[in-house]
């Protein structure tokens, strides 16, 4: 959920790091630091809290000059956002840790470490490893041998960037449960959390796997796999230019992710659609002979992916006639379900890194359930490699903390399942035509959709003073609702709930008045008339009103209602269409109310530990 970087090079890397740092802002932190060895082999170190803006200011103060460093960005788990617990750790000045993760026996660690003499100046769990490192260096190990000895010793998540005045010329990089990624330069080598950290640098990566241990120096570098044996890991060169994560002309990334959706869904059709029909290939080599195989499907989600799960389950049930679930990652994995035969695993990620997706993937595969299949953004990620198939979203470089772009994409990926699976249960090959000409058209449904913004930022500030708002949807309407809930809630902090609007009468009725905004999303089909009579009821009592509706739904504002009409949309695409007003009315909500909408407070981009 932080971030790392690190180089070992032959020029001044401190300004590497800070760009590195400012490019991985968007995962969440709350303080940050850097640790350079200079010239004379001296480890120095500056960390603040805040944003990167603080740090980069402390270091025109004082600045760093060295050819190795690391530097990190720390999302707080253990510990306030403080200086004292802001990375790089250092102990006795002779080792300096950056960590990713969560080491779960610290207390344990820290217990003996006290022991054995040393002192504690922060809260992290952190600490104890850079402590553990130089108990190993004291015994007379190496940097390599230390790191390693070090790693054993620890439970939990982490990704290690380790440098140490005894041994300059060396930096070393390990990895369990959370991403590392290192880049290869003409000479030199960097690390970090995420490729885009590192754009500006290289374009060659090579991605540790699990256990990986790497050894890096400015003659070459060596990566160790668990079991401490050398290991050839893919060198890979991504197609991401530096530029391609920039903000451009708009003010927030995130708006400018809400207005990319009609590129990205077009890129995500590219090459899987073939004249009436969908391609099964895009799954994977062997999609076909897998897919044959399936009974069910069990999705595994987190957050706004679990709210695609939710629109999934109903195409597969009523476009493909196959039976699904859907359930919360962090749930899944600590419950005990009931293994069905062939059930298709689907996990759905932005990341690909999100820690409780994949530990729901690994106990779905011990418990013996049927073959996994990601629908990811990111190619590279642990999700891709570990998944049996794979259908990447190609939504791009999602910045904003708030997904937008990926959460319509996922949703194209789940419809381009639900109609390779039911070509073998219900789904005919006239419908299949439809759903593919309905497909073809989003991206010019989504377009007219935006076409509303001004309309939306209009209506906006009337949320400028609320505290609560009630989102409603029937149908698969109601995950869209979730989402639009969700967003809300994410970046303007309007605490904002969803229901099905059948449920208004069994609970939620009770909070309807005037202060209480409620926001529905009315498409053109068979509910829409039971719709209406709920709205009736909110109006009954006095609530105001937002409705998102289909120009044909044959509403119209009154006093208590305003309704915004969408251009008509198919209605199996429907719940994609209707996503994009309540992103951006959540968006003129967050701006009106000056808050952070790139970077909402306590929330990060890619949810790597548990």
């Given at each position: 959920?932080?971030?790392?970087?690190?180089?070992?090079?032959?020029?001044?890397?401190?300004?590497?790091?800070?760009?590195?740092?400012?490019?991985?802002?968007?995962?969440?932190?709350?303080?940050?630091?850097?640790?350079?060895?200079?010239?004379?082999?001296?480890?120095?170190?500056?960390?603040?809290?805040?944003?990167?803006?603080?740090?980069?200011?402390?270091?025109?103060?004082?600045?760093?000059?060295?050819?190795?460093?690391?530097?990190?960005?720390?999302?707080?788990?253990?510990?306030?956002?403080?200086?004292?617990?802001?990375?790089?750790?250092?102990?006795?000045?002779?080792?300096?840790?950056?960590?990713?993760?969560?080491?779960?026996?610290?207390?344990?660690?820290?217990?003996?470490?006290?022991?054995?003499?040393?002192?504690?100046?922060?809260?992290?769990?952190?600490?104890?490893?850079?402590?553990?490192?130089?108990?190993?260096?004291?015994?007379?190990?190496?940097?390599?041998?230390?790191?390693?000895?070090?790693?054993?010793?620890?439970?939990?998540?982490?990704?290690?960037?380790?440098?140490?005045?005894?041994?300059?010329?060396?930096?070393?990089?390990?990895?369990?449960?959370?991403?590392?990624?290192?880049?290869?330069?003409?000479?030199?080598?960097?690390?970090?959390?995420?490729?885009?950290?590192?754009?500006?640098?290289?374009?060659?990566?090579?991605?540790?796997?699990?256990?990986?241990?790497a050894d890096l120096s400015s003659v070459g570098m060596v990566i160790y796999d668990s079991t401490g044996k050398p290991a050839e890991r893919a060198e890979t060169r991504s197609e991401l230019t530096a530029d391609a994560v920039e903000r451009g002309e708009y003010r927030h990334y995130m708006l400018k992710e809400i207005y990319e959706q009609p590129r990205a869904i077009a890129d995500t059709l590219e090459g899987r659609l073939y004249q009436d029909k969908v391609l099964e290939?895009?799954?994977?080599?062997?999609?076909?002979?897998?897919?044959?195989?399936?009974?069910?499907?069990?999705?595994?989600?987190?957050?706004?992916?679990?709210?695609?799960?939710?629109?999934?389950?109903?195409?597969?049930?009523?476009?493909?006639?196959?039976?699904?679930?859907?359930?919360?990652?962090?749930?899944?994995?600590?419950?005990?379900?009931?293994?069905?035969?062939?059930?298709?695993?689907?996990?759905?990620?932005?990341?690909?890194?999100?820690?409780?997706?994949?530990?729901?993937?690994?106990?779905?595969?011990?418990?013996?359930?049927?073959?996994?299949?990601?629908?990811?953004?990111?190619?590279?990620?642990?999700?891709?490699?570990?998944?049996?198939?794979?259908?990447?979203?190609?939504?791009?470089?999602?910045?904003?903390?708030?997904?937008?772009?990926?959460?319509?994409?996922?949703?194209?990926?789940?419809?381009?399942?639900?109609?390779?699976?039911?070509?073998?249960?219900?789904?005919?090959?006239?419908t299949e035509r439809e759903l593919v000409r309905q497909l073809r058209h989003l991206p010019r449904e989504i377009e007219d959709v935006l076409a509303l913004d001004e309309k939306i930022e209009h209506l906006s500030e009337r949320f400028a003073d609320k505290h609560h708002a009630l989102f409603l949807g029937r149908g698969?309407?109601?995950?869209?609702?979730?989402?639009?809930?969700?967003?809300?809630?994410?970046?303007?902090?309007?605490?904002?709930?969803?229901?099905?609007?059948?449920?208004?009468?069994?609970?939620?009725?009770?909070?309807?008045?005037?202060?209480?905004?409620?926001?529905?999303?009315?498409?053109?089909?068979?509910?829409?008339?039971?719709?209406?009579?709920?709205?009736?009821?909110?109006?009954?009592?006095?609530?105001?009103?937002?409705?998102?509706?289909?120009?044909?739904?044959?509403?119209?504002?009154?006093?208590?209602?305003?309704?915004?009409?969408?251009?008509?949309?198919?209605?199996?695409?429907?719940?994609?269409?209707?996503?994009?007003?309540?992103?951006?009315?959540?968006?003129?909500?967050?701006?009106?109310?000056?808050?952070?909408?790139?970077?909402?407070?306590?929330?990060?981009?890619?949810?790597?530990?548990?």
């Open positions: 959920m932080c971030g790392i970087v690190a180089a070992i090079a032959q020029r001044e890397v401190a300004p590497i790091l800070l760009e590195g740092l400012r490019r991985l802002e968007y995962r969440g932190y709350d303080s940050a630091g850097m640790a350079i060895l200079d010239g004379d082999s001296e480890l120095h170190r500056i960390r603040t809290t805040g944003k990167v803006a603080e740090l980069a200011s402390a270091f025109d103060v004082a600045p760093l000059q060295g050819t190795v460093g690391i530097a990190h960005t720390r999302w707080a788990t253990h510990g306030k956002p403080t200086e004292n617990n802001a990375h790089p750790h250092i102990c006795r000045d002779r080792v300096a840790v950056v960590h990713n993760g969560i080491i779960e026996n610290h207390e344990t660690l820290r217990a003996h470490q006290q022991q054995l003499g040393f002192d504690f100046s922060s809260e992290t769990d952190t600490e104890v490893i850079v402590h553990q490192v130089y108990h190993y260096l004291d015994q007379g190990d190496n940097l390599l041998e230390a790191v390693r000895h070090a790693c054993g010793d620890l439970q939990g998540a982490f990704a290690l960037g380790i440098i140490s005045p005894s041994e300059p010329g060396r930096l070393i990089a390990a990895r369990r449960g959370s991403p590392l990624v290192i880049g290869i330069g003409i000479g030199e080598y960097f690390i970090a959390s995420d490729v885009a950290a590192l754009l500006p640098v290289t374009q060659r990566f090579v991605f540790l796997e699990d256990g990986d241990i290939a895009a799954f994977g080599v062997d999609a076909g002979g897998v897919f044959d195989q399936v009974q069910g499907v069990h999705i595994i989600a987190c957050g706004t992916s679990f709210h695609a799960g939710l629109i999934g389950r109903y195409w597969m049930e009523s476009i493909a006639g196959i039976p699904c679930s859907v359930e919360v990652a962090s749930e899944f994995r600590y419950r005990k379900p009931v293994v069905r035969n062939n059930s298709l695993i689907v996990t759905i990620s932005q990341s690909g890194e999100t820690a409780d997706t994949l530990a729901g993937l690994m106990e779905a595969r011990r418990l013996g359930f049927g073959k996994s299949l990601t629908i990811c953004n990111v190619p590279e990620s642990s999700l891709t490699r570990e998944s049996d198939l794979v259908l990447m979203t190609r939504a791009g470089p999602e910045i904003g903390v708030a997904s937008t772009k990926a959460f319509t994409t996922q949703l194209v990926g789940l419809m381009l399942l639900t109609i390779v699976l039911g070509r073998r249960f219900s789904l005919d090959e006239e698969a309407q109601y995950p869209v609702a979730m989402e639009g809930a969700l967003k809300l809630k994410e970046i303007s902090y309007i605490h904002a709930e969803a229901y099905p609007a059948g449920e208004l009468k069994h609970g939620p009725l009770a909070l309807v008045d005037a202060s209480m905004p409620i926001i529905a999303v009315a498409p053109n089909n068979e509910l829409l008339e039971k719709l209406k009579s709920n709205l009736q009821e909110v109006s009954a009592r006095g609530g105001e009103m937002l409705v998102f509706a289909d120009e044909n739904a044959g509403m119209s504002s009154d006093e208590t209602s305003t309704v915004l009409p969408v251009a008509p949309s198919e209605d199996c695409t429907a719940p994609i269409v209707f996503t994009i007003p309540l992103q951006l009315l959540a968006y003129h909500v967050a701006v009106l109310k000056g808050t952070d909408v790139d970077q909402p407070r306590n929330l990060a981009k890619s949810v790597t530990v548990e």
